[in-house]
């Protein structure tokens, strides 16, 4: 019986499958209707007037009344902002949206969620009704674990696409829009938007997400290019007023960012540009590019402690930038008529890597960074992508599609898993394209001339100009003829081998020493930790608990994960100090490094056997070779 058991079974299991395929089982449920297409026309209904009350900012509380006038009665679907530029992916923060009543002549109308889109409401209008009321509160978060808090006793970021509804069907530049905001008395506000005291004209639904608002008790204009036609200023607020004070020197840096710009582009695409300058230790970090503005959220110790916060001075000239690439010119497949229709980024490491990659020449050229700063950026990134194990499995191009894969939530292990490199992975393969140009055409054309072909046309218009991958080769040949198609490809779209060219060709060479450079430093300050990827492969919080770890190297080995809490090191309470001589004591006594570790309830000891000292990225000048670097940092006459 035992031998013959399993045909029995197989014998059993094809009666079953039979019968199966003949019954008929369970049917799909029909979907709902899609929502609609968004066309090329102009909204029938008329201007939407919206109107928020921030008078609650300690609360966080946003009272959004909005009026929608409407052409017919019947059905009516009103969108709440899903897709938003910048973002890359469905973000609108439709959680925060409270409270929600629809009224019409009088009559409350009840409303239904979309089962499939959520961010979409139903209402029927009804016979006779000329325009639908919606109220309703956006409930910022008070607290960094519920989200990006937006909103404190002294400041408000708002962000229309918070606090709007809108009809779909039509593109967002066809749907006009009259806002107002009643934010404390005596606040001062900085916007891209034209209007007084918190009331500001008529505009597009387009122009009004592309135009948010920074307010705050205490607040700051400053002219960075004074006496111009076309006015370009700090919109500065923060936490406390000693905070707002701007030493002539750092005037000085932000006024020769916009000169080392038009330099650049030889161009600009708009009318006036507000920086929107918060300096917050409570509201969340931010830096989001707009057409006219940007959102350049940072550390309140900006200006007071200019000496210590330089790692992040690329953050203006990276927003600063999008003005031409990402907002005047975008990727053709991430262009979207309105915040219903996905965007995809194929593209992002033009939109983001190029953008980064000017962020950080034009920080070098503005002087917000000096040449020393700026070559240790160049560095870090350097050694971040000459050991990167992702690289060996995962090809630049689908980071792209991070942001939703991802939702830029923390990894466990990022080395190895990759996020959003077409950032800083993208800067390198630029940095690449422009040391090869420089070479080829022995210092006559850069990038520089790719980035005024490419950004710098249409002088004055506000007219978006979408681009492809061809049209990307396309000026590339037109600046120095090659093949730019297989330089992309072998950079994006294949496990290519680490981007060190743009170093090497620069004339200069990633070397490793035991001394951080000031950047470490300035990071590790900043951040509150304590960077050991390049020697034992582990990143630590300033209380020892591990938040990353660098696949297959020592800690990795000795099976450290993130979480994990060094209690001691060689028998001795931890110190970052502690660790970082025990290291160093390693190198010559070949004794493996002991550490106590506490992950969850359970204590263990891990030994790890690494004996090669502290490690920490520099670049180091080859001298006798061409400094196309230097060359491609320095300030533009």
């Known amino acids: 019986m035992r031998r013959i058991f399993p045909v029995i079974l197989?014998?059993?299991?094809?009666?079953?499958?039979?019968?199966?395929?003949?019954?008929p089982g369970p049917q799909p449920a029909p979907l709902p209707p899609a929502i609609p297409v968004p066309q090329d026309i102009v909204y029938p209904g008329g201007t939407i007037q919206l109107s928020v009350d921030a008078t609650q900012p300690a609360q966080g509380i946003m009272r959004v009344h909005e009026t929608i006038p409407v052409a017919k009665s019947g059905p009516l679907t009103l969108?709440?902002?899903?897709?938003?530029?910048?973002?890359?992916?469905?973000?609108?923060?439709?959680?925060?949206?409270?409270?929600?009543?629809?009224?019409?002549?009088?009559?409350?109308?009840p409303w239904r969620r979309d089962p499939i889109d959520v961010y979409a409401f139903h209402i029927d209008v009804p016979e006779g009704a000329r325009e639908v009321t919606a109220d309703f509160q956006y409930l910022s978060p008070v607290e960094s674990r519920e989200g990006r808090v937006v909103s404190t006793d002294v400041i408000v970021n708002l962000e229309w696409n918070a606090v709007v509804l809108y009809p779909v069907g039509y593109f967002a530049r066809r749907i006009p829009v009259q806002a107002e905001v009643k934010l404390p008395p005596g606040w001062g506000i900085g916007t891209a938007l034209e209007g007084d005291n918190g009331r500001f004209k008529t505009t597009t639904l387009e122009t009004l997400i592309d135009s948010p608002l920074l307010a705050g008790k205490y607040f700051s204009r400053v002219d960075i290019d004074p006496g111009a036609k076309v006015p370009v200023h700090l919109d500065i607020v923060a936490d406390r007023p000693n905070q707002l004070k701007i030493t002539p020197e750092q005037l000085a840096a932000h006024k020769a960012l916009v000169q080392q710009a038009y330099k650049l582009y030889g161009s600009h695409h708009y009318d006036h540009y507000d920086f929107l300058l918060g300096l917050s230790a409570h509201v969340g970090g931010e830096?989001?590019?707009?057409?006219?503005?940007?959102?350049?959220?940072?550390?309140?110790?900006?200006?007071?402690?200019?000496?210590?916060?330089?790692?992040?001075?690329?953050l203006l000239p990276h927003e600063y930038t999008h003005s031409w690439n990402g907002k005047f010119r975008r990727p053709a497949d991430l262009w979207t008529p309105n915040y219903d229709v996905p965007m995809r980024g194929s593209l992002l490491w033009v939109y983001e890597g190029q953008t980064q990659?000017?962020?950080?020449?034009?920080?070098?050229?503005?002087?917000?960074?000096?040449?020393?700063?700026a070559l240790d950026a160049y560095a870090e990134l350097a050694a971040l992508y000459s050991t990167q194990a992702g690289r060996q499995w995962r090809p630049l191009e689908d980071t792209t599609l991070d942001p939703i894969i991802s939702n830029r939530q923390p990894l466990p292990w990022r080395n190895y898993q990759r996020s959003e490199d077409y950032y800083n992975?993208?800067?390198?393969?630029?940095?690449?394209?422009?040391?090869?140009?420089r070479q080829k055409t022995g210092g006559k054309k850069s990038l520089d001339d790719f980035a005024k072909a490419f950004f710098g046309i249409n002088d004055g218009s506000f007219v978006p100009v979408t681009y492809t991958f061809d049209d990307v080769v396309k000026t590339l040949n037109d600046v120095m003829p090659y093949d730019w198609a297989g330089f992309l490809h072998a950079h994006v779209d294949q496990l290519a081998k680490p981007p060190m060219d743009g170093i090497t060709r620069g004339g200069y060479r990633l070397v490793y020493t035991d001394k951080p450079s000031a950047r470490t430093v300035s990071n590790n300050s900043q951040r509150k930790q304590e960077n050991l990827s390049y020697s034992l492969g582990v990143v630590l919080d300033n209380k020892g608990k591990v938040i990353d770890v660098t696949w297959d190297g020592p800690a990795f080995k000795a099976g450290l994960a993130l979480g994990t809490e060094i209690i001691a090191v060689n028998g001795v309470d931890?110190?970052?100090?502690?660790?970082?001589?025990?290291?160093?004591?390693?190198?010559?006594?070949?004794a493996p490094i002991q550490l106590l570790v506490k992950r969850n309830d359970a204590f263990s000891t891990v030994s790890i056997a690494y004996h090669d000292g502290l490690r920490y990225p520099h670049l180091e000048r080859v001298e006798g070779t061409p400094a196309l670097l230097d060359a491609l940092i320095a300030a533009k006459k």
């Open 425 to 437: 992975e993208g800067l390198m393969l630029w940095l690449d394209a422009d040391s090869l140009i």
């Open 10 to 23: 197989v014998s059993l299991m094809a009666g079953a499958a039979s019968a199966q395929t003949g019954s």
């Open 357 to 373: 990659f000017w962020g950080y020449v034009l920080a070098a050229r503005s002087g917000l960074w000096d040449k020393q700063q």
């Open 287 to 314: 830096g989001l590019e707009h057409h006219q503005s940007s959102e350049d959220i940072t550390t309140e110790k900006y200006f007071i402690q200019w000496d210590k916060t330089f790692a992040g001075r690329d």
């Open 79 to 109: 969108y709440y902002p899903s897709w938003l530029p910048g973002n890359h992916k469905a973000s609108g923060p439709i959680n925060k949206l409270a409270g929600l009543a629809f009224h019409a002549g009088g009559q409350v109308m």
């Open 574 to 590: 931890y110190d970052a100090d502690e660790l970082k001589d025990a290291i160093t004591e390693a190198k010559s006594d070949q």
